[in-house]
Nanobody
Framework: QVQLEESGGGLVQAGDSLRLSCVYS????????MGWFRQAPGKEREIVSA????????YYADFVKGRFTISRDDAKKTLTLQMNNLQPEDTAVYYC????????????????????WGQGTQVTVSS
């Protein structure tokens, strides 16, 4: 069983920054791939960024490259998404995800690859 708790969302202006955090608690042994998805009103849920089990490999969707940074600190059981230069199109609910199954050592970018989802944190960017 894995529990995920996101924090750090809020209302900001275009060009501002936010830092999302996801604290996880897991009874599974080992360290697993994680990531962030988002869902805007009326749109499909989409991958934002993903990270492999040891932080050595990361993935970013094209629309966040150069602006967002994903990182993990497993000693603190925390996944972080630093979001800079936010734009109105970044407005969405952001979800932390955790893969509890066996993995290849790489990151994963599909919704189906993950087993646990946080409740989400709202990010709203005004123009």
């Amino acid at each position: 069983q894995v529990q995920l708790e996101e924090s750090g969302g809020g209302l900001v202006q275009a060009g501002d920054s936010l830092r999302l955090s996801c604290v996880y608690s897991a009874r599974t042994f080992g360290i697993y791939p994680m990531g962030w998805f988002r869902q805007a009103p009326g749109k499909e849920r989409e991958i934002v960024s993903a990270i492999n089990w040891n932080g050595g490999r990361t993935y970013y969707a094209d629309f966040v490259k150069g602006r967002f940074t994903i990182s993990r600190d497993d000693a603190k059981k925390t996944l972080t998404l630093q979001m800079n230069n936010l734009q109105p199109e970044d407005t969405a609910v952001y979800y932390c995800v955790f893969r509890a199954r066996e993995h290849s050592g790489d990151y994963y970018s599909q919704k189906e690859d993950y087993d646990y989802w946080g409740q989400g944190t709202q990010v709203t960017v005004s123009s």
